[in-house]
Structure formats: structure tokens, C-alpha cells
């Protein structure tokens, strides 16, 4: 069997929703699901001398195997049948699940969990893995079982080419048309964009540069539609805001793929601006893909 579907559960609502799209992802690629609780080490914070903290000695193991329990529950009810182990596993989940990545077909997470801030949109557990873990993540968000096409942002960068090949393969997997959208505007440098960017903003050659930007769109879902000829796909070019256009665009979509960097932005972010207002505020779920290196 290939390698699982790692679902991180720590007993919140949006966990236990990404438990139910982690069932459903693991049953389209015929692999099995990995259910993985993290628990702190309060020890770590333990006096010299104290006795060693255990989740027994305060009445929680209980509660730190039952969890999973429920969750390989829910996971059952969505795809019974389906292969699952769970794990609980001393450590913070962010570190956890970073290391359990590696060997993830994907890794689903919520968009957020039992810590951190409640006026935050995002959780720091889905920030840091878009950063920094291995493979593909799924934030899972949004409308409750969105349905409609795969949106694939396409931006022409080298990174993003591995987020148009995954997005191909997503919507073969789920026979779904592809929509592959392309947002273009008339500033030369996309990292200048912001608030204020009028779309209609005056260019030497405004159809010169819609030419040159249909031409980045084909060349960079030629290969796809080459590997994946059963999946329909709808080519859409948009002059307007990046953001705006592909978080306006995920109203209708069951999931958007982008990669985790694209063209733009500095260099030292290792989630591009676009893929983290994505993970803010799409209107669906949201698959982050990362580049090689």
C-alpha cells in the first residue's frame, strides 16, 4: 500500500472535520488513514526533584486514548472499510505532525485547534506545516462538503508546476473538471500588489501583456492535460487582484491548489502571499504544494 493519509486530531470541531476529508482522501487513493494525537510533556516544566508527570497520575488517559478512538469512529462512519491506525504521541503537534509528514501521501489538517488565539483565522499548527512539512497539506476549511471543480492557481513559476501536476492528479482522482486559473494584472513586479492596485491600471501594451500571459496559462497546463486527457479543463485567464480573484474563485471549487511559493513576494517567506490568503480565507479547502528543495 502507498503511503497514508495523516490526519492530525486533537479533539477540536475543525479536527474532527478534517477526520471526515482525511477518511474521504485516504478512500479515493486507496490508502489507508493515520490518525495522530500529540500531547505536550508538562515534565519538561517539572521543579528539580518533582516526580515525573504522567497522564495516568492526573486522570487522563482516558482521555488521550479516546480521543483517537472517536475519531477512527467518525473515519469509519464516512469510509467504512477503510485501513486505519492511530497514534498518540508525546510532543508538540506542530513538531509532530511536521515529522510524520514525511512519510504522508498527504497530511489534513484543521484550520484551527484547541490553542492559540480565538481572533486568529488561521492556527499556528496549519501555518507552521504550510512553512515547513513534507509533501502536501490540506487546511481543511471553508463551506461544509464544498462540490464543484478543482481550482489550480497558475502563476508560471517553476514551484508552481508541481502544484499544477497535483492538481491534475486530484481531479482525476475525484472525476472533476480542472479549472486552471491564471490572474494577471499590469504591474510588472506582482509583489507590489495590494489593496489599493487598480486592475485597470494604464500598461504600454495592455494586449500585448494578456497574449504573453495566455501563453504562461497554456504552457504551463499543457503537460497536464498531455498526462491526464480524461480531465476537462477550463482555461481561465483573469485580468483583476490575485488574491481577490482566486479567494472570489474558491466560492464554487471543492478544493484550491497552490504551491507554497510562487512568482513575487520576498524571498525569505517560505509560504508566498498568495497561499496564505488562501489558507485565510478561501471559501473551500485549501491544498499547499511544495516545491522540490
Known amino acids: 500500500m502507498s503511503d497514508p493519509v495523516i490526519v492530525g486530531a486533537d479533539g477540536s470541531a475543525s479536527s474532527l472535520t478534517a477526520v471526515d476529508v482525511a477518511a474521504r482522501e485516504a478512500h479515493l487513493r486507496g490508502t489507508s488513514l493515520r490518525i ?30 479516546g480521543l483517537p478512538a472517536r475519531a477512527e469512529e467518525r473515519a469509519h462512519a464516512v469510509a467504512p472499510g477503510l485501513e486505519i491506525t492511530r497514534s498518540v504521541v508525546t510532543g508538540d503537534a506542530i513538531e509532530v505532525l511536521e515529522i510524520e509528514s514525511r512519510s504522508a501521501a498527504l497530511t489534513v489538517v484543521g484550520s484551527r485547534g484547541l490553542t492559540g488565539f480565538s481572533g486568529l483565522l488561521l492556527g499556528s499548527t496549519a ?15 471553508g463551506r461544509p462538503d464544498p462540490a464543484g471543480p478543482v481550482l489550480c492557481a497558475v502563476d508560471g513559476s517553476p514551484a508552481g ?32 500588489e495590494g489593496p489599493g492596485d487598480p486592475p485597470a491600471a494604464v500598461v ?43 479567494i472570489d474563485a474558491s466560492r464554487e471549487a471543492q478544493v484550491v491548489v497552490a504551491g507554497a511559493r510562487g512568482n513575487g513576494g520576498f524571498t525569505g517567506l517560505l509560504v508566498g502571499s498568495v497561499s496564505q490568503a488562501l489558507l485565510h480565507h478561501a471559501h473551500c479547502p485549501v491544498t499547499v504544494v511544495r516545491g522540490q528543495g
Open 36 to 65: 495522530v494525537h500529540a500531547i505536550g510533556s508538562p515534565s519538561a516544566h517539572l521543579p528539580p526533584g518533582a516526580a515525573p508527570w504522567s497522564p495516568a497520575d492526573h486522570g487522563l488517559e482516558a482521555m488521550v486514548h
Open 127 to 141: 501555518v507552521h506545516l504550510a512553512a515547513h512539512g513534507h509533501g502536501p497539506l490540506m487546511v481543511v476549511r
Open 161 to 192: 508546476e508541481r502544484a499544477v501536476d497535483f492538481a491534475f492528479a486530484e481531479a482525476a482522482l475525484r472525476g472533476a473538471p480542472l479549472v486552471a486559473l491564471h490572474v494577471w494584472n499590469s504591474w510588472s513586479a506582482r509583489a507590489c
Open 204 to 246: 504600454a501594451d495592455a494586449d500585448r501583456l494578456r497574449e504573453a500571459e495566455q501563453r504562461l496559462l497554456d504552457r504551463a497546463v499543457a503537460g497536464g492535460q498531455a498526462s491526464y486527457p480524461q480531465v476537462t479543463v477550463e482555461r481561465r485567464l483573469v485580468r483583476s487582484r490575485i488574491r481577490t480573484a482566486l
